[in-house]
């Protein structure tokens, strides 16, 4: 018998589930399901949709891996290296993952199936694109019944776009309270007066709402529904999602960062030369770039050709560089939002149904640019601390160190006390140094920071 | 031959309001495109409908 470990979030679905075994991602399907997993394979199903690249491709095994008396077959994706959650993504990349899973559902119609799912959770960002993930999620299609995850895709995709469209505000944090969605009473009450003139909250939410309290259910529902209904509403929740307005400017912090920088031209170029340097010495295949802003570092390590996961705490940052990866087909860069402060947690069922962010998302270098001082200052996070952070993390390490001196420090400093005497070049480097031996070191001519290749002491 | 693997919960309601809504959007459809047929009848049509259109006739 092989050793294997079950997913920890694997254990709703009968139909089957994921197992790690030997480094590699596996999926059992189980008796159960089989004659779904015939229908999907023999329909024509699986191969539109992986031709379209919407579902991720698989290779069926037929070993019985888990020694399981349930056992059908054992199936080996495409593996995902870095896994996000909607909490992590800004709203065009929920808008997106929306709209593919209505694609999903009006192609899987077509060939006799249905999502019994739809949830934010069965869909990854991978190589630039959404791509469904969850092989076993398709069901038999029955034209007489309503969809059986239409509560859930409202209360996952369209209550939150709903909410960050009306309220013109974040609500990541929302999505990671809510695992399960947002439910209908809590987005009725938070949607402003004007947003009920439009038809589509009106029937998806408040409409909901009301039909939510009613206990009458099912018998009659079934005599009633057709293959038509369901594409008209299949039609017209793509046609409220994809009106959303396509580039969502609100100003935020960060977002013009640079643009409103005076020495930022120069600036930019100094640092991005002593980066280039900095990354042709490296081995590393792939890095986090935390504090990416609008990516101009991410695309330099992509230019490298290693993979990129950039974040930022700003979800407009984040927004944009999205637009840019999906415009530009980068396939090697992941946008993500992420507040280093407050980083996604581990959620869900026994607190691991949902890893918290350093859990998935491992890479062999981490790029700290412009960064440090918001953390320290902007955060009151010590030295040490973060010192002892980024070990945990960074076999490999860029970071720019920001002095007091600086002009954005000074701004940070102007309207509170200076309670950071150990805020000091030397400070900095005697805390890293415990962890890491500085590789490189150079001054960005013009300024007086400092940018710092190092090397975690372990990593040799 | 369809069992079907409820192991989600449709939510209660959430079959009935699907019900209403669909009849709800039947009938916008179905005089929207009467409206159409009116319209294609006193002007020359510059364009076909716009998307979304292709979901009333199919």
Redesign the interface.
């Known amino acids: 018998m092989v050793n294997y470990t079950r997913h920890p979030s694997s254990f709703k679905d009968p139909a089957g589930f994921v197992f790690e075994s030997g480094g590699k991602v596996y999926r059992q399907v189980n008796q159960y399901y089989a004659s779904q997993y015939q229908q999907l394979m023999s329909s024509g199903l699986y191969d539109a949709l992986v031709k379209k690249g919407q579902l991720i491709p698989h290779q069926q095994l037929h070993q019985n891996l888990t020694q399981s008396p349930e056992w059908y077959s054992t199936l080996l994706p495409e593996p995902v290296e870095y896994i996000s959650y909607p909490y992590e993504w800004c709203f065009e990349q929920l808008r997106d993952a929306a709209l593919l899973t209505l694609n999903i559902v009006r192609t899987a119609i077509q060939h006799g199936m249905i999502l019994k799912d739809a949830t934010p959770f069965n869909i990854q960002f991978y190589k630039g694109k959404p791509v469904f993930i969850d092989t076993l999620s398709f069901d038999l299609y029955n034209p007489k019944q309503p969809w059986i995850a239409y509560r859930q895709f409202c209360q996952s995709f369209l209550f939150p776009l709903y909410l960050e469209h009306y309220l013109k505000t974040d609500i990541q944090k929302i999505l990671s309270s809510y695992i399960d969605g947002v439910p209908v009473d809590f987005i009725a009450r938070l949607l402003p007066l004007k947003s009920r003139l439009s038809l589509g909250v009106w029937l998806h939410v408040y409409l909901q709402q009301t039909a939510a309290g009613s206990q009458k259910q099912g018998k009659a529902a079934e005599t009633r529904f057709s293959r038509k209904k369901l594409l008209d509403l299949v039609s017209h929740l793509t046609n409220i999602i994809q009106h959303f307005p396509a580039e969502r400017i609100y100003n935020s912090t960060w977002s013009n960062y640079y643009e409103d920088s005076i020495l930022s031209q120069e600036y930019l170029r100094e640092k991005e030369t002593i980066v280039r340097k900095f990354c042709a010495v490296t081995n590393a295949k792939s890095v986090l770039d935390l504090g990416a802003n609008d990516g101009h570092f991410s695309k330099v390590f992509a230019a490298y050709n290693m993979q990129v996961v950039a974040t930022d705490a700003d979800s407009r940052c984040i927004a944009r560089l999205y637009q840019e990866v999906k415009k530009n087909n980068i396939t090697n860069i992941l946008p993500l939002i992420l507040d280093i402060a407050n980083r996604s947690p581990a959620i869900g069922f026994n607190n691991r149904e949902r890893a918290a962010f350093h859990e998935r998302i491992q890479t062999n270098m981490v790029a700290a640019l412009a960064l440090i001082h918001h953390l320290v200052i902007g955060r009151n996070i010590s030295l040490p601390a973060l010192a002892e952070y980024f070990s945990q993390i960074a076999p490999e390490l860029i970071i720019e160190f920001v002095p007091k001196e600086d002009e954005k420090v000074q701004q940070m400093l102007a309207n509170r006390p200076d309670t950071f005497p150990d805020y000091t070049a030397t400070t900095f480097e005697a805390c890293f140094e415990q962890y890491f031996n500085i590789a490189g070191k150079q001054l960005i001519s013009g300024t007086s920071r400092m940018l710092y290749h190092m090397k975690r002491k372990d990593a040799a | 031959?369809?069992h079907?693997?409820?192991?989600?919960d449709?939510?209660?309601?959430?079959?009935?309001?699907?019900?209403?809504?669909?009849?709800?959007?039947?009938a916008l459809?179905y005089f929207k495109n009467i409206w159409w047929k009116i319209r294609a009848f006193f002007f020359r049509p510059k364009k076909e409908d716009p998307?979304?259109e292709?979901?009333?006739n199919?």
């Open positions: 031959m369809h079907f693997l409820l192991y989600i449709p939510g209660s309601g959430s079959y009935l309001v699907q019900v209403i809504i669909a009849a709800i959007l039947g459809f998307e979304g292709d979901s009333v199919g």
